[in-house]
Each structure stands twice: as structure tokens, then as C-alpha cells.
């Protein structure tokens, strides 16, 4: 990249370098204005369009049967508030966000075509410290940025919408989230009527039944924001109090599932990554507890590989057995293409006469992008 960037300053530096060959009727004429225009739109047109549908083609397609439930697991969303971006700039970082998160999600959803929906927490990146009026703006967006258009779904809070990793967890926020944030489903619809959900916030050690907490229940299935298994003390507790068969789970921005025995305190952890294959697991009542993690689907959060998690539910023995299948639809990534049009408008800075969009001008210089490499694009901030 860096070297295109040279040659380009080069062809620029110039001054009046052509080049003329006919064809016929009609000439082309190369100068190093139409080249840098290219460059401009053929990376524009990437970053706008054919990305995002390149990689949903490598989305693999899971040969499910008719009695397969399809879960699409949203992790970590961080909806930018009003307060942490620049105030100038942030419509525009605001907007650029929305617009790739909301183009991920359609796409996602009409690959999946989900039965169930889950939002795993962190929905707004500032809702622990929203006023009235940012919550509402916030919300408006975020309901734009994920319709469910009727499809079952459940919320589970995290930190940042209700507080409890740097503070503790907020009352008034809670109730807010609650108010605002409705879960709506029916297993025995999905034909899950013997499996039981329950939501815990691991911050504040509240369990909420999300079903019936009277109604027998062969299958515990726990969500949380925060991971368990590979936790210890509250963690810990928290599983002994709850003993999960599956444990969805999100908070850390990564992919990852890990599987313990019930009766040990040492557990298997495996990072999952773009080329990660579907992974199958036996879950019951007295088998192994398997925890799923999902990745963030926002590219704000600092992460090199972002998407979208995706379960497949099969019940068996009435029920009293799920084969569970766990994939990641994985997203391009954004800072890349940001860092691209920095590093051009470096290059044509000088020029008065270089085109650019004002637009992309804005949004390159309002994120904090690395000048080195594209492999340093980890934020450590994590939550």
C-alpha cells in the first residue's frame, strides 16, 4: 500500500507526465489526475459496496433440517453515543458506523433467516451514562439499525448499557433498559418447550428466568454478557448455582467457545477466527457444559475480525438432547479501508487541485488510525 502511495506522489510531482494511445474514433489520455481518481473510486466502490458482498459469499450455509432452530447472536453492537466522539465530527462517525452495522445486519439476517434473535448486551456504547434525550436518540437509531421485523427476539443487558465493570450496576438504568428493550418469544413454538433461559448479570449476581422458573426443564440455557467458564470465584458460583447445559455468552469483542465436565474446574478453550470451520456439540443435562462466545459487530471496538454468531438448535430424545451447531459470519473490516484513504490524502494533500470526498476527508480524520501497519489495529479497551 505504501508503495502505491509513493508511485502516485510520484506520477503527481510530476506536474504534466500523459500518456496518449488511440484506439480507432477515440483517444484515452492517462494523467496522473485520472489515475489518483481511479485509485479514489476503485477504493470507494470497495468500501462501500463490494466488501461487504464479497465476504458473505465465503458465509457458509449450514444443511439444516426442517426441524432446526436458527439463532442469530448479535454481540456488542456499542451504538456510538453523543459524548465520547468528536463533537464536531461525530454525525459523521455516528452515521458511518450505523450505516455499516445496519448493512452487516440485513445481510446476516437474510443469509440466517433466524428463527430467534439474541442481542447479547452492550447495545449502546454510552447507555450506563445517557441522559433522557441521548438514550431516546440512541434508541431511534438503534431500532433503525436492527429491525427484527417481527421475529422472536430477546435483550440482555450489558455494562455499558446498565453499568457494573467499573462501577456498580445501576437500578434506574436497569429499569430503563427493561422498559425500552422487550424480549419476545415462544419455545414451544420453536419446539424448545423443554428447555429453560435464564439471563444473569454476572456484575451485580442477579439471575432473571426468561421462562417459567416453576415449569420442569430438562435443559438450562444461561445467557450472559460476561463469559463463565473460563472464570473463577463469582464465575464460579454462578455456575454451581445455575448448572448450565449451554452457556451463550459475548463482553470481550472475540470468538471463542470453551467446554467443561461438570464435575471438574478445568475446561477446553478455543479461539475461533475467519478460517475457523462450524463446530458441532452434544449438549444434555448430564453431558459437558459448552459456552458459545460471539465476536463484536462493530468495527469501533478495536478488533481486527468482527461478525456475527449464528446457532443452530436440533432437538433429539424429546428434547432432552440438542445437537448445537456454532458458526461466525464474519464481517470486512472497516479500519483498512479508512487507513487507505488517510494514507491518499497524504498524498494529495498538497495539491489544491486533488479530488477527494469531503465526506471521506472528515471520517479519515476523525478516527484515530494506525500510520505503521494494518496489523496494529487492536484497541486495548475492552468492555
Known amino acids: 500500500m505504501r508503495n502505491i502511495s509513493q508511485i502516485v506522489e510520484r506520477l503527481l510531482c510530476k506536474g504534466e507526465v500523459s500518456y496518449r494511445r488511440r484506439w480507432r474514433s477515440f483517444s484515452v489520455e492517462v494523467t496522473p489526475r485520472r489515475i489518483l481518481l481511479s485509485i479514489i473510486v476503485a477504493a470507494v466502490v470497495w468500501a462501500e459496496w463490494l466488501a461487504l458482498e464479497v465476504k458473505r459469499f465465503g458465509w457458509s450455509s449450514a444443511d439444516v433440517s426442517s426441524s432446526t432452530v436458527r439463532v442469530l447472536i448479535v454481540a456488542d453492537p456499542q451504538l456510538l453515543g453523543y459524548r465520547d466522539e468528536p463533537r464536531l465530527l461525530g454525525a459523521v462517525t455516528r452515521w458511518d458506523a450505523d450505516r455499516y452495522t445496519r448493512r452487516a445486519f440485513a445481510h446476516a439476517k437474510a443469509h440466517v433467516k433466524p428463527h430467534l ?21 440512541t434508541l431511534d437509531r438503534f431500532r433503525n439499525t436492527f429491525p427484527v421485523d417481527g421475529s422472536q427476539v430477546i435483550y440482555i443487558s450489558g455494562d455499558n448499557d446498565v453499568g457494573g465493570e467499573w462501577g456498580s450496576v445501576k437500578a434506574s438504568r436497569v429499569a430503563r433498559f427493561n422498559e425500552h428493550f422487550k424480549s419476545k418469544f415462544d419455545l414451544r413454538a420453536l419446539g424448545l418447550e423443554t428447555m429453560g433461559i435464564i439471563h444473569t448479570n454476572l456484575f451485580n449476581a442477579q439471575n432473571e428466568y426468561l421462562t417459567d422458573e416453576s415449569a420442569p426443564s430438562a435443559l438450562r440455557v444461561v445467557l450472559s454478557h460476561a463469559p463463565l467458564l473460563r472464570g473463577y470465584g463469582r464465575e464460579r458460583r454462578v455456575i454451581q448455582m445455575l448448572s448450565p447445559s449451554l452457556i451463550l455468552s459475548a463482553h470481550d469483542h472475540i470468538a471463542e467457545y470453551c467446554v467443561r465436565a461438570r464435575d471438574s474446574v478445568t475446561f477446553e478453550r478455543h479461539a475461533m477466527t475467519p478460517a475457523s470451520l462450524p463446530v458441532d456439540f452434544v449438549v444434555s443435562q448430564s453431558g459437558p457444559m459448552v459456552e458459545l462466545q460471539a465476536p463484536t459487530c462493530s468495527y469501533r471496538m478495536g478488533v481486527k475480525n468482527m461478525g456475527f454468531g449464528v446457532v443452530f438448535i436440533e432437538p433429539r430424545d424429546d428434547a432432552h438432547r440438542l445437537l448445537v451447531r456454532y458458526q461466525v459470519l464474519w464481517l470486512p473490516g472497516r479500519y483498512p479501508q479508512l487507513w487507505f484513504i488517510k494514507s491518499e490524502q497524504r498524498v494529495c494533500g498538497h495539491r489544491n487541485d486533488c479530488f477527494i470526498s469531503p465526506f471521506y476527508r472528515a471520517l479519515a480524520a476523525s478516527h484515530v488510525l494506525p500510520s505503521c501497519s494494518l496489523l496494529s489495529l487492536r484497541a486495548p479497551l475492552i468492555g
Open 117 to 137: 434473535i439474541i442481542f447479547m448486551g452492550d447495545l449502546f456504547d454510552e447507555g450506563e451514562k445517557d441522559n433522557a434525550v441521548e438514550f431516546n436518540a
